[in-house]
């Protein structure tokens, strides 16, 4: 049972152009949210997070929105570049849970010039 | 300032034989967290180790098991190999202070890529 789903596998961009990337979650004990990007033969790299008392979180060209009565949190792109091209996983977090982070399967966002 | 390494980066070991890997946290890191990815999993925690202790564990069988070592340096162990487990494993290490702070600064190694025939 997938506990945090990224339903779109693949998203297609133009440059400059917004990307939203969107997560589901089904834990309600998730308290804690976070984005990564990962390239080809590289470890993921955190991008940004947002915690369950908040609705919104913002870091440069990034922003994550959460919705917790509808268990959905997405990642907006503005504006998109080619360099963003990557797979994106969201992940989530239990309070008290160390480091343990859950996370959903990924879209690969591509960015075309 | 280095990044995690995981060494090695690729692995073919044949079904039924065991493999260890290794992963050199960040100098300064003290919790190593052991990640598994595969097509149809996607990526699952396997363990987090701080100070020598195991502090969480995933839905692993048994035959998946992890150490760390006083220089904080961590390896898995895999016993008897199956098919499935062929992935990419990685690494993550973060200062082990603690809270969400220290989730945010967790950094992923790139992986070594395990085969198994």
């Known amino acids: 049972d997938q506990q945090v789903k990224q339903n779109s596998p693949s998203l297609s961009v133009q440059e400059g152009r917004i990307s939203i990337l969107n997560c589901d979650y089904t834990n309600s004990m998730f308290d804690y949210f976070l984005w990564y990007k990962k390239y080809p033969a590289e470890g993921p790299t955190f991008l940004i997070s947002i915690s369950s008392i908040k609705d919104k979180n913002e870091d440069g060209r990034f922003t994550v929105f959460l919705n917790k009565s509808a268990k959905h949190l997405s990642l907006h792109i503005v504006p998109s570049q080619p360099g963003d091209s990557a797979v994106y996983f969201c992940a989530a977090s239990v309070n008290n849970a160390g480091n343990m982070l859950t996370f959903g399967g990924g879209t690969r966002l591509m960015v075309k010039p | 300032k280095a990044g995690v390494t995981q060494t090695p980066r690729y692995l073919i070991k044949t079904r039924g034989q065991q493999v260890t890997l290794s992963c050199s946290p960040i100098s300064g890191h003290r919790s190593v967290s052991w990640y598994q990815q595969t097509p149809g999993q996607g990526l699952q925690f396997l363990f987090e180790?701080?100070?020598?202790?195991?502090?969480n564990k995933g839905n692993f069988p048994g035959r998946f098991s992890g150490r760390q070592f006083s220089n904080s340096r961590s390896e898995m162990n895999v016993s008897t190999l199956e098919l499935g487990d062929s992935a990419l494993y990685l690494c993550?290490?973060?200062?082990?202070?603690?809270?969400?702070?220290?989730?945010?600064?967790?950094?992923f190694g790139p992986g070594t890529r395990l085969t198994v025939t």
């Open positions: 180790y701080f100070s020598e202790t195991q502090r």
């Open positions: 993550a290490s973060s200062p082990g202070t603690g809270g969400r702070i220290d989730i945010d600064e967790q950094y």
